[in-house]
Nanobody, 124 residues
């Protein structure tokens, strides 16, 4: 069984930064590509960023390109989402998800394992 635990959320002001972490346990971490998704109040859950299992390939949503980066440390079984220049519209619950595949995916249905989420609130 794979477990994912997100951390690093919080309340910040616009323009500030946060780094989210997704710790993965239970199986061989390097077997999984990982994605980040977010859900704002009253809205659907949307794709944010994803990284291949090697870390050699990443993809980010247009809304966060140039501000967010995704990385992974396979030795620590952790994926990071560095969020800079945060905006109020980035306010959401952020979820990480894992799929047992070489390649990343932007589609939620491709991910079998999900964390519980961490709240990010950006004030103006």
């Amino acid at each position: 069984q794979v477990q994912l635990v997100e951390s690093g959320g919080g309340l910040v002001q616009a323009g500030e930064s946060l780094r989210l972490a997704c710790a993965v346990s239970g199986r061989t971490f390097s077997s999984y590509s990982v994605g980040w998704f977010r859900q704002a109040p009253g809205k659907d859950r949307d794709f944010v960023a994803t990284i291949s299992r090697s870390g050699g390939s990443t993809y980010l949503a247009d809304s966060v390109k140039g501000r967010f980066t995704i990385s992974r440390d396979n030795a620590k079984s952790t994926v990071y989402l560095q969020m800079n220049s945060l905006k109020p519209e980035d306010t959401a619950v952020y979820y990480c998800a894992a799929r047992e595949s070489t390649n990343w995916s932007t589609q939620q249905y491709n991910y079998a394992h999900w964390g519980q989420g961490t709240q990010v609130t950006v004030s103006s």
